[in-house]
Nanobody, 117 residues
Framework: QIHLVEFGGGSVQAGESLSLACVSS????????MGWYRQAPGKQRELVAS???????NYADSVKGRFTISRDNAKNMVYLQMNSLKPEDTAVYFC???????????WGKGTRVTVSS
């Protein structure tokens, strides 16, 4: 069983930055793909960025060049640095752990990000 807890989030003005962090406990962190997803009101949850166990990074087109995902396997942490935030980035952001061995996904409870214009 993997337990994920997100930190960060909050309310900012457009153009500002925010950092999110997620700590993982349980399982084998270094073998999992860690990701950040978001869900805006009335919309489906979508992938924002992911970091694979071999270092592969993946970003949604909407955040490329603005967001950076990173992971620290020694600390079981994954981070999301969000720059040049836009009102359309407003959503609840969820940390995700994908366990390749079992194909199971684990989720944090989410942290809210609000960007005002």
């Amino acid at each position: 069983q993997i337990h994920l807890v997100e930190f960060g989030g909050g309310s900012v003005q457009a153009g500002e930055s925010l950092s999110l962090a997620c700590v993982s406990s349980g399982g084998f962190f270094e073998y999992n793909t860690m990701g950040w997803y978001r869900q805006a009101p009335g919309k489906q949850r979508e992938l924002v960025a992911s970091a694979g166990p071999t270092g592969t990074l993946n970003y949604a087109d909407s955040v490329k060049g603005r967001f950076t995902i990173s992971r620290d396997n020694a600390k079981n942490m994954v981070y999301l640095q969000m720059n040049s935030l836009k009102p359309e980035d407003t959503a609840v952001y969820f940390c995700n752990a994908h366990v390749h061995f079992s194909a199971l996904d684990y989720w944090g409870k989410g942290t809210r990000v609000t960007v005002s214009s």
